[in-house]
């Protein structure tokens, strides 16, 4: 029988060491369906603030209160619990068709509980080749994100956040990381030169699916 199942691939590495920039290449030049689960949580939260107004009391309260749970882990730089984020890259997924067979998911797992939690709704959905990991220094992360900050509107770009999102990165995601490559499954990238000196790397990474 020919498998059909969809091909994912997680793309991790701190804040600010290019996971969305690299993934957007990957959409543009070799059509790569692209779903990042920060994206995906910062809309969810602007859509549930924005019909808040249009429900109901009882789905009202719901609703906001799931907003705000979401954007107090965001500011606080913690991990949203898995049930949240691993129903939106799911809902993600359909809506772009399992059709589309390979996905990059940036910015997930993030920690034991992201990588058990996918595992059991998503396990023997999908096969997950590698994760590709984006190395880099603090230092390089805190100059990019900082610039960023002029203009990203994140509630996360400060300096505070940051430093909590480093916390974490070092505590919760590089242990996934590191039991991916226990396994061999770890394809891990020198994010520190130019965009496109990084995207050569990326490309060698993926050429067997291109
Ligand atoms: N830039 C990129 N590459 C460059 C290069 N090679 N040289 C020079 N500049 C470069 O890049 C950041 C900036 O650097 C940009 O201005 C870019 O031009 C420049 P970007 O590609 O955006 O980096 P990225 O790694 O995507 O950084 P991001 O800030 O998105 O990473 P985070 O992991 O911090 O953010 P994410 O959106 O994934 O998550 C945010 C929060 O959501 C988390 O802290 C957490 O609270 C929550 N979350 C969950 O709880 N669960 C999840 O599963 C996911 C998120
Ligand atoms: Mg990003």
């Known amino acids: 029988m020919v498998d059909t199942k969809p091909v994912v691939f997680f793309v991790l590495g ?9 993934c957007a290449k990957m959409v543009d030049q070799y059509g790569f369906a ?3 689960a920060g994206d995906l949580l910062r809309e969810e939260v602007i859509l549930l603030f924005h019909f808040i107004s249009l ?3 009882k789905q009202r309260d719901s609703g906001s209160e799931t907003a705000q749970l979401i954007n107090q882990y965001i500011v606080e730089g913690k991990i949203v619990p898995v049930e949240i984020t691993c129903q939106l890259l799911k809902k993600g997924m359909e809506k772009k068709g399992w059709a589309e067979k390979r996905f990059l998911i940036d910015g997930f797992p993030r920690n034991q509980d992201n990588f058990d939690g ?3 709704v998503m396990g023997d959905l999908v096969e997950v080749p590698f994760v590709l990991f984006f190395d880099a220094d603090e230092e390089t992360m805190i100059n990019r994100i900082m610039e960023r900050s002029k203009t990203s509107g994140r509630n996360d770009d400060n300096i505070e956040s940051l430093k909590k999102r480093f916390d974490t990165f070092k505590k919760e995601t590089m242990p996934i990381v590191d039991l991916f490559d226990s396994n061999g499954k770890t394809q891990k990238i020198n994010a520190l030169r130019t965009i496109d000196e990084v995207f050569e790397d990326v490309k060698k990474a993926f050429e067997p699916y291109l």
């Open 34 to 36: 692209h779903l990042s």
């Open 55 to 57: 429900i109901d009391q």
């Open 14 to 22: 701190g804040p600010g060491s290019g996971k969305g920039t690299q």
């Open 118 to 120: 996918w595992d059991r």
